[in-house]
């Protein structure tokens, strides 16, 4: 059973840094791209950035290109996503989510871990 | 990168057929065969229903289904159940390398 279980969120100031981890089980991790997706309270989703199963290729939405970076472990099963000069905007529930056989749809999805950006 | 456009809400009676569009432009929906749907319940993590435009995943209901006609990709539900009443998410690769949702709608079964 795929299983993705997302951590590291909480409350940090504006300016301030996270770092997100997603914990996969139930799959090769190593074979398959992994996206982060994000949900602001009452909104619509979002997508953040997506990592080839390798780690070689980034890719990233405008509105975090430069402040936030993806990266991934597969010795441990783990997916990152290291956010820096956080602002209220980037609040959000951020899911962690496993590419199908391209990364153009994401087939699982963890239950999210909630960033709040507030002075 | 604009959101895709889809229409806020839609509602039928159980047992009705209702289709949701899903619009962008042809460096996202026209351009590729890269559309997927996703159905999400309230407090619920989002749950794949069609990619690929038409494809569905093993374990989702014969009555969703997915097509595409230029730059407007649609979901249809077939035969309306209580238990669709979700929100809906279109989202489409680009030209840019990037992926994009639309903005998302509600579905109320009367």
């Known amino acids: 059973e795929v299983q993705l279980l997302e951590s590291g969120g909480g409350l940090v100031q504006p300016g301030g840094s996270l770092r997100l981890s997603c914990a996969a089980s139930?799959?090769?991790?190593?074979?398959?791209?992994m996206t982060w997706v994000r949900q602001a309270p009452g909104k619509g989703l979002e997508w953040v950035s997506t990592?080839?199963?390798?780690?070689?290729?980034?890719y990233y939405a405008d509105s975090v290109k430069g402040r936030f970076t993806i990266s991934r472990d597969n010795s441990k099963n783990t997916l990152y996503l290291q956010m820096n000069s956080l602002r209220a905007d980037d609040t959000a529930l951020y899911y962690c989510?496993?590419?199908?056989?391209?990364?153009?749809?994401?087939?699982?999805w963890g239950q999210g871990t909630l960033v709040t950006v507030s002075s | 990168q604009s959101a895709l456009t889809q229409p806020a809400s839609v509602s039928g009676s159980p047992g009705q057929s209702i289709t949701i569009s899903c619009t962008g432009t042809?460096?996202?929906?026209?351009?590729?065969?890269?559309v997927s749907w996703y159905q999400q319940h309230p407090g619920k993590a989002p749950k794949l229903m069609i990619y690929?435009?038409?494809n569905r995943p093993s374990g989702v209901s014969h009555r969703f289904s997915g097509s595409k006609s230029g730059n407007t990709a649609s979901l249809t539900i077939s035969g309306l159940q209580a238990e669709d009443e979700a929100d809906y998410y279109c989202?489409?690769?680009?030209?840019?390398?990037?992926?994009?949702f639309g903005g998302g709608t509600k579905l109320t079964v009367l």
């Open positions: 989510a496993k590419a199908g056989g391209g990364w153009s749809y994401s087939d699982y």
């Open positions: 139930g799959f090769t991790f190593s074979s398959y791209a």
């Open positions: 990592l080839n199963n390798d780690g070689g290729s980034t």
């Open positions: 042809s460096s996202d929906v026209g351009g590729y065969n890269y």
């Open positions: 690929e435009v038409s």
């Open positions: 989202s489409s690769y680009t030209r840019r390398k990037t992926l994009v």
